[in-house]
């Protein structure tokens, strides 16, 4: 069974910079939309960034700090994230739509989630 797997993240000083990526585990057809969302505690999950054929998309709170880069040969998603802040900190998550084979359908994943901490 296809899963989304990430890795980068951890703990980073004020201004400091973070990578994040996510790949499918397993092969898979195509990779459509792909996009990261953060959820904090006490916060609702939020839309960070997010790439597709129609364009990129950044919340206001994150634009000329983070971007979200692709690799669509190896259907990997990034998240790049420089100056960040306190407010920053939250468990990240991606997500893609996939086609697991060229006749089936497509399909939303998720990733297991990753903390990004900023502190000082």
């Known amino acids: 069974q296809v899963q989304l797997v990430e890795s980068g993240g951890g703990l980073v000083q004020p201004v400091g910079s973070l990578r994040l990526s996510c790949a499918p585990s397993g092969s898979v057809w195509s990779a459509g939309a792909m996009a990261w969302y953060r959820h904090a505690p006490g916060k609702q999950r939020e839309l960070v960034a997010s790439t597709a054929v129609e364009g990129t998309k950044y919340t206001d709170s994150v634009k000329a700090r983070f971007t979200i880069p692709r690799d669509n040969e190896e259907n990997t998603a990034y998240l790049h994230m420089n100056s960040l802040q306190p407010e920053d900190q939250a468990v990240y998550y991606c997500?893609?739509?996939?086609?697991?084979?060229?006749?089936?359908?497509?399909?939303?994943?998720w990733g297991q989630g990753h903390q990004v901490a900023v502190t000082s």
């Open positions: 997500k893609m739509d996939l086609w697991l084979t060229a006749f089936g359908g497509r399909t939303d994943y």
